[in-house]
């Protein structure tokens, strides 16, 4: 099982910035796509952006111009760059990445235990 650690949250001002982390680690395992999704109170969990390997990008349209997400290959680190944070931003932000043993085998999937981001307006 891969592990995944995140790191990065905390409280800001509403027009703040934040990065994430998430660091990967585990024994013989490729990296598929990372990604990042939040949970606000009372809310479902929601996809906020993804990255392949190739670095291709997909971020959700509320977060767009706003939130920038990339990975470190080498590092088995994906990151959330998250620039004019808005209250509503508040939520738990949690880690997921795809992992592959074997290229003849489906992906397993991994989550991060999340980390709290609060803005205050």
């Known amino acids: 099982q891969v592990q995944l650690v995140e790191s990065g949250g905390g409280l800001v001002q509403a027009g703040g910035s934040l990065r994430l982390s998430c660091a990967a680690s585990?024994?013989?395992?490729?990296?598929?796509?990372m990604g990042w999704y939040r949970q606000a109170p009372g809310k479902q969990r929601e996809l906020v952006a993804t990255?392949?390997?190739?670095?291709?990008?997909n971020v959700t349209d509320s977060v767009k111009g706003r939130f920038t997400i990339f990975r470190d290959n080498a590092k088995n680190t994906v990151y959330l760059q998250m620039n004019s944070l808005k209250p509503e931003d508040t939520a738990v932000y949690y880690c997921?990445?795809?992992?592959?043993?074997?290229?003849?085998?489906?992906?397993?999937?991994?989550w991060g235990q999340g980390t709290q981001v609060t803005v205050s307006s």
């Open positions: 997921n990445a795809r992992y592959y043993y074997s290229i003849t085998k489906p992906p397993s999937e991994s």
């Open positions: 585990g024994r013989r395992f490729s990296l598929g796509t």
């Open positions: 990255v392949t390997s190739g670095h291709s990008t």
